[in-house]
């Protein structure tokens, strides 16, 4: 069994896409994401192809070492319309179907026939948000039924929001991984886990704030149990954004929004917050020196550690006088998840 060393679970956003593709070379080549379409309520099933390429088409074409395409959200009335237009990104392009227990029998049928056409592996997405229940096990074991011994499984165990008032979520892993690996011959298994909470402004009354790294240490304990295939288990995490995100529906021509927002850096322990002005007349300046008590953590990697501290770096060092390079709300997102995915690729690679 191997499979990627990284997996994160990512949004089907510019942001998102744009981060994969900015990437250094070496760290590219050893992600595999997981992409995720918003929910799109009432969208009608004729007009889905056409939504689904927007989405789809930009994240497909930086996936050109492979990942998963999930539709999670999808409503019963579009699921054959969805596997449809999936299925085009999956036979063109480099990547795989998803499917779960939980999901109906006419997904599943239409993920399995996808892989099978197509001759690719199938992600088999199994969500474990509380304790775990043996129930998923059967539903797991009802799902390989349908697939035969000609299409490749690939386990992702989607262990969802992991904070630290979830204390037991890597006993809870553990349990689902005993009851889940002897099921099948799996290429590749990956433990997600979504450790950044979602940051209120509440929590940056004092400009900044951190969090542990809660998705990290499960991982870390589910490796450290001895089992025999806790050293393939692969790594993977919801990048710099809680799991929630992903099932904001798209709102198009939406105005507004709240008049802050957050740069993001990741330590080897620490996610680490700090406020930022999406207007007014101080937001160059604090800005600037948002990104400036980054560059200034005893942690940071410096600005030659990748593209997310080069963009810190400029943002930090940039004329008060001048706009350019202080971002907005994607590019801040971008510059986090390019410090974090690279920052978490260097970890895995060290061992």
Known sequence: ?????????????????????RLRPDVRAAIRPLWNLPPLPGAPPETLGTVVGTYVGRVSAVSSH???IDAP?????????????LAVYCELGRLRPVTGPERTAEQQAAAV????????????????????????????????ALTGPEVPLELLLDMGVVLDDRPGAGKEALRALDALMPLAVWRSATLLGGGIPQVT????????????????SMWHEVRATGRAHAPLLGYGDYGVQPP???????????????????????TDTTYFFVKTLTRGPDRIAVNRAAARRITELPEFRGAGAGPGEEWLSGCADGPLTSSEGVGGPTEWLRAGNLQHMTHVVRSLSDG
Not at 247 to 265: D, E, F, I, S, T
Request: charged share 20%.
């Open 113 to 144: 026939e996808t892989a099978r056409r197509c001759h690719r592996r199938l992600g088999v997405r199994v969500r474990v948000s509380g304790e775990w229940d043996g129930r998923l096990g059967e539903g797991v074991r009802g799902l390989l």
């Open 244 to 266: 929630g995100a992903l099932a904001q529906a798209p709102a198009p021509g939406r105005k507004g929004g709240p008049p802050w927002g957050v740069l993001r850096y990741t």
């Open 73 to 85: 959200f999808g409503e019963v009335a579009q699921i054959a319309a969805l596997a449809e237009a």
């Open 201 to 216: 402004a509440d929590m940056l009354e004092e400009g900044s704030c951190e969090a542990s790294r809660a998705e990290w």
């Open 1 to 21: 069994m191997s499979g990627p060393l990284y997996v994160p679970v990512l949004p089907t956003k510019p942001h998102a896409a744009g981060a994969l593709q």
């Open 66 to 68: 492979g990942g998963w």
